[in-house]
């Protein structure tokens, strides 16, 4: 059974950091694409960043420089870290696996970023 459990969302001021983590079981972190999602109120869900079994990385236009992905493949987790964040950062954000099979979701965790 597949679990991505999300953590480290919570309240901070614009210019601020947090990091977001997403332990994962039953799938291996390092072997299979892991994704960032985001979805603000009224918006539809969209991709962050996401890192792929050689470690590469991708990312929005509208975090890159600000955000980073990373895994740790020891952890089986993988993190977010977000610095310099903007009121538009506002919105749950989701881990995704996707394994050779089908693609797997976390709960989310809120992150509101405060002007």
């Known amino acids: 059974q597949v679990q991505l459990v999300e953590s480290g969302g919570g309240l901070v001021q614009a210019g601020g950091s947090l990091r977001l983590s997403c332990a994962a079981s039953?799938?291996?972190?390092?072997?299979?694409?892991m994704d960032w999602y985001r979805q603000a109120p009224g918006k539809q869900r969209e991709l962050v960043a996401d890192i792929d079994r050689s470690g590469r990385t991708n990312y929005a236009d509208s975090v890159k420089g600000r955000f980073t992905i990373s895994r740790d493949n020891a952890k089986n987790t993988v993190y977010l870290q977000m610095n310099s964040l903007k009121p538009e950062d506002t919105a749950v954000y989701y881990c995704k696996g996707t394994t050779v099979f089908r693609s797997y979701w976390g709960q989310g965790t809120q992150v509101t970023v405060s002007s």
């Open positions: 039953g799938i291996i972190v390092s072997t299979n694409t």
